[in-house]
């Protein structure tokens, strides 16, 4: 049996062939990161940082937190990670992130609202077909009253809406887990944290829509798993992805882009040049003399035989 997740059922979902690269044949990306996930990663780590030093009641100021973002930062940053964006620095994006950090803490002081039960967490569970699902969770924790709470961090540029909440697959397959490992959950609330606009959004979600999730994601590994090809899917994604070297889809398009288009010219090639085109001028010129001349006796000759000529075909 094998360990599938939401991201590798995405991959799949997405683009085929970007899943059998990663997935079947191990390949390595050309791209081994891009800005959005290292800003991504960066902030994650931070928060985590500020929730284990709240769990030993350390102080935490908004300025330290900062500081540990820039210096994380800069530590990891290369210039090997992709901006797609072309409008956009790396410089930009540290600030972005800067920015998340400052808006979430002046949120969620004293960040004691919760009892905070994990971050990151890291588990597995089993699925109805023997195969098994990893449970990943930026932050995992519980109120007094019985409620749970699955919690991810989004430094997404888009506004996840309601619906769009109410029909994710990620956080809900974990609400599963939750439901499974703790059986005095009255409720398992799911919640992102939507970092660029300062804002939660939460669903929840029933058994009986549990169920039916699970089920269907049971019939997309039996898909996954019963595929015999692996077209491309071109998609706005292809701009993130780290194949594109060796994708098909794109293998013209690089072959014209590496192509080297500066020619080697000997020193008296300009001579030559000049002289060629001068030629070709002449020819040109003298060539429309005589166009000009068969015009007028095909319009004098149509006169006289008192024939109508298309303009078109003189």
């Not at 044949?25 to 931070?46: L, M, S, Y």
């Not at 068969?294 to 006289?304: G, S, T």
Request: with cysteine; aromatic share 12%.
């Amino acid at each position: 049996m094998a360990i599938y997740s939401h991201s590798k059922i995405s991959s799949f979902e997405n683009c085929p062939y970007q899943y059998k690269l990663k997935y079947i044949d191990k390949e390595k990306p050309e791209i081994e990161n891009t800005i959005e996930a290292f800003i991504g990663d960066i902030v994650h780590q931070a928060l985590e940082s500020l929730y284990k030093d709240k769990k030993f009641k350390k102080r935490v100021s908004k300025a330290s937190l900062i500081k540990f973002y820039r210096d994380l930062w800069d530590k990891e940053y290369s210039e090997d990670i992709k901006v797609v964006k072309q409008e956009l620095t790396a410089e930009n994006y540290k600030k972005m992130g800067e920015k998340f950090l400052s808006d979430y803490y002046e949120k969620y002081k004293p960040f004691e609202q919760l009892t905070i039960l994990g971050l990151e967490t890291q588990d597995k569970m089993t699925l109805a077909d023997g195969n098994q699902w990893h449970v990943r969770i930026d932050k995992f924790a519980c109120d007094n009253e019985g409620n749970y709470y699955v919690m991810d961090y989004k430094t997404n540029s888009r506004m996840k809406d309601q619906e769009e909440a109410d029909s994710d697959r990620q956080l809900a397959m974990y609400s599963i887990w939750v439901k499974d490992k703790f059986k005095d959950a009255k409720s398992v609330k799911l919640v992102w944290h939507m970092l660029a606009f300062n804002k939660e959004v939460i669903s929840e979600r029933s058994d009986e829509e549990l169920e039916k999730l699970q089920q269907e994601i049971i019939i997309k590994i039996k898909e996954i798993e019963n595929a015999k090809e692996f077209p491309t899917k071109v998609s706005a994604l292809c701009d993130y992805c780290g194949f594109r070297n060796i994708c098909p889809s794109f293998k013209h398009k690089l072959e014209l882009e590496t192509k080297n288009e500066i020619k080697d010219f000997k020193e008296d090639n300009g001579v030559q040049f000049v002289d060629k085109f001068a030629e070709i001028k002449v020819k040109l010129s003298e060539l429309q003399e005589k166009q000009d001349e068969l015009k007028i006796n095909l319009i004098e000759f149509a006169k006289q035989k008192k024939l109508m000529l298309f303009m078109g075909a003189i």
